[in-house]
């Protein structure tokens, strides 16, 4: 299993910046994708960027040049810097790790971090 610790967060207000960390600790060794996802009240929850072990990042369109995803593998951390915060950036924001091994893969989740941008 995969345990997920999440800090940061808080309010900003528009055009500021925020940064989400989420520290691992379990099955380690297991994990193939950490990222972050979010959901706002009345919407499902998407993805909002993803980082493999080698450092590849994919990002929703909408968050392409604000937000910067990174990974620590000797610590296992994933880190989201926030930049250029807009208010429909306000959502509650989900560590996420995808491990386990073939054929048998899981998702963990953090407990979630609120984000409140304001106008």
């Known amino acids: 299993q995969v345990q997920l610790v999440e800090s940061g967060g808080g309010l900003a207000q528009a055009g500021g910046s925020l940064r989400l960390s989420c520290a691992a600790s379990g099955s380690i060794s297991s994990i193939a994708v950490m990222g972050w996802y979010r959901q706002a009240p009345g919407k499902q929850r998407e993805m909002v960027a993803t980082?493999?072990?080698?450092?590849?990042?994919n990002y929703v369109d909408s968050v392409k040049g604000r937000f910067t995803i990174s990974r620590d593998n000797a610590k296992n951390t994933v880190s989201l810097q926030m930049n250029s915060l807009r208010p429909e950036d306000t959502a509650v924001y989900y560590c996420n790790a995808y491990f386990g091994t073939v054929p048998q893969w899981y998702n963990a989740w953090g407990q979630g971090t609120q984000v409140t941008v304001s106008s």
């Open positions: 980082i493999t072990g080698g450092g590849s990042a």
